[in-house]
């Protein structure tokens, strides 16, 4: 069994930036991840960190709400 290939990115809300890995098909950008995506966009080994600086959560996975998606580039 063959794992989805991630892909590390940055993601800039409002308020946080999180860094983590998205499962990106090779070939796929991730513009053509963000337009499929549903409501949430799953991001495995997650961290959160506050404008500050200051790293306020690390977890194998989180749900970032699309709707507060200010920007996402690969890293």
Same mark, same amino acid.
């Given at each position: 069994?063959?794992?989805?290939?991630?892909? +590390?990115?940055? #993601?800039?809300?409002?308020?946080?930036? &999180?860094?983590? =890995?998205? *499962?990106?098909?090779?070939?796929?950008?991730?513009?053509?991840?963000?337009?499929?995506? +549903?409501?949430? #966009?799953?991001?495995?080994?997650?961290? &959160?960190?506050? =404008?500050? *600086?200051?790293?306020?959560?690390?977890?194998?996975?989180?749900?970032?709400?699309?709707?507060?998606?200010? #920007?996402?580039?690969?890293?």
């Amino acid at each position: 069994m063959s794992e989805t290939p991630r892909t +590390k990115v940055t #993601i800039l809300t409002s308020s946080y930036r &999180v860094k983590g =890995s998205i *499962e990106l098909l090779p070939g796929a950008r991730v513009t053509d991840f963000m337009n499929e995506a +549903k409501g949430f #966009i799953a991001v495995t080994d997650a961290e &959160v960190w506050e =404008s500050n *600086e200051r790293r306020v959560l690390t977890t194998p996975f989180l749900n970032v709400s699309k709707e507060h998606v200010v #920007i996402v580039t690969p890293d």
